[in-house]
């Protein structure tokens, strides 16, 4: 079964940068999308950015214009950089994937474990 570990989080001054990676090990016959998400105390976890396998990419507009989404397929290695943050964007971010592992079964959904990103100064 797939599995994910997020790295790269920590604390950061307001209007830095930092990039999440999110390595993925494991057998999948077929990924569908990956995603990064967030979750702050108190709050719903949000999805940011959104990758399919074809490469068509959306995002939340809280994020828009300051955080991008990539990956490196020979990696297995999703990516997201994040520039201009604030203290809102304080969160545990997470990554999913969406995958098949055989021809015509059901979808799965996996997380990561999250990595905590601090923007404070």
């Known amino acids: 079964q797939v599995q994910l570990a997020e790295s790269g989080g920590g604390l950061v001054q307001p209007g830095g940068s930092l990039r999440l990676s999110c390595a993925a090990s494991?057998?999948?016959?077929?990924?569908?999308?990956m995603a990064w998400y967030r979750q702050a105390p108190e709050k719903e976890r949000e999805m940011l950015a959104r990758?399919?396998?074809?490469?068509?990419?959306n995002y939340a507009d809280s994020v828009k214009g300051r955080f991008t989404i990539s990956r490196d397929v020979a990696k297995s290695t999703l990516y997201l950089q994040m520039n201009s943050l604030k203290p809102d964007d304080t969160a545990i971010y997470y990554c999913?994937?969406?995958?098949?592992?055989?021809?015509?079964?059901?979808?799965?959904?996996?997380w990561g474990q999250g990595t905590q990103v601090t923007v404070s100064s």
């Open positions: 999913n994937t969406e995958v098949f592992y055989e021809l015509g079964a059901k979808m799965n959904v996996i």
């Open positions: 990758i399919t396998s074809g490469g068509t990419t």
């Open positions: 494991g057998y999948v016959f077929r990924v569908n999308a």
